[in-house]
Structures are given as structure tokens and as C-alpha cells.
């Protein structure tokens, strides 16, 4: 059994089988066989949503809609580990995490899907986090998104007229 850095390939485990004694006679032809089997490797990435301080306890309750693409863009992660040429959305709620097993390493984009649905009246919402993760064999890389929620300020004038009736009172 041999191996050498000439027939590694980053991102995969080799496994090689096969080989031995082989026995050569003279005249004759003998054959040995080694097979080099290459696996895809894997890790995981979970899926974190944050609510930020001051922000109302109904943000608390609202589901939010992450994307989960490849570093190319060009492939959309399921929640399962399956790949996507269509958009997919994975479902993610404040403090319960989504971890995605079984993805073959490398560098994913992470990011939330704002919708109507995120909104909250009175509110403005500001989105932080997301980006690149680094899935590494073996390992979980977290991608966490906050959301918070500002009030809205709001203006208020007016005048005071007073009126003491020429001061009779």
C-alpha cells in the first residue's frame, strides 16, 4: 500500500485497497491490482438566528427564510444536504438552530430572504451577519444572522394657546 502528496486531491479522503505479494515467474506476466478511492469530505453548518437587544418579543415568534448557496452562486442548499438550481428557502426560528449535515466542504454564502413577513409595524429593521461560511471535514461552521428591531421615531408638535379668560380668575 502506498500513497504519496501526488495522489491527494484537497477536499477528498483517499482510501486505498489492494496491492500485496505478486509472484513473477520467469516469461510469465503477473498482475497486481490497486484500486485509489476517493470520498467527497464533509462537515456541517448551523443555521442561527438572533434577535437583537431592544427589539419587540414578537420578533421572538416569526419564522425567517435563509438562502444557503454555493461559493459560485450557482447552487442552492436544501436543509437535508441536497443541492438546488432553483432558489430554496430553509426555515429558521430564534434560538432553535438548523444544522445541515453532510455537505461537502468549502465556502458557502449565507443570507436572509426579507420579506413583508419579517416586517414589524412601528418598527425599522436593520439585518447583520450572514456572509461566507467554511464547512471543514469534520467540523460544524455556524452562520448567525441578527435582526433588530428599532422604533420608528416619530415627530410630534404642537402649540399651547391659554386662554384665562383676561385673567379674571
Known amino acids: 500500500e502506498t500513497t504519496s502528496d501526488e495522489t491527494q486531491i484537497i477536499g477528498y479522503t483517499l482510501t486505498v485497497s489492494g496491492g500485496g505479494t505478486a509472484t513473477v515467474s520467469k516469461g510469465e506476466t503477473a498482475t497486481a491490482e490497486i484500486t485509489n478511492k476517493y470520498t467527497k469530505d464533509k462537515g456541517s453548518l448551523k443555521l442561527e438566528k438572533q434577535i437583537g437587544a431592544g427589539s419587540p418579543a414578537t420578533a421572538n415568534d416569526k419564522t425567517y427564510q435563509f438562502t ?83 422604533p420608528e421615531k416619530v415627530q410630534v408638535s404642537g402649540s399651547k394657546n391659554w386662554n384665562d379668560d383676561g385673567n379674571a380668575a
Open 68 to 150: 444557503v448557496k454555493t461559493s459560485d452562486g450557482r447552487k442552492y442548499v436544501h436543509s437535508d444536504g441536497t443541492f438546488s438550481d432553483q432558489e430554496v428557502t430553509i426555515d429558521v426560528k430564534p434560538g432553535t438552530p438548523v444544522v445541515i449535515n453532510d455537505l461537502p466542504v468549502g465556502e458557502y454564502t449565507v443570507a436572509e430572504k426579507t420579506s413583508d413577513a419579517t416586517q414589524i409595524s412601528g418598527y425599522t429593521l436593520t439585518v447583520s451577519g450572514g456572509g461566507t461560511a467554511t464547512v471543514s471535514k469534520g467540523q460544524t461552521a455556524t452562520a448567525e444572522i441578527t435582526n433588530t428591531y428599532t
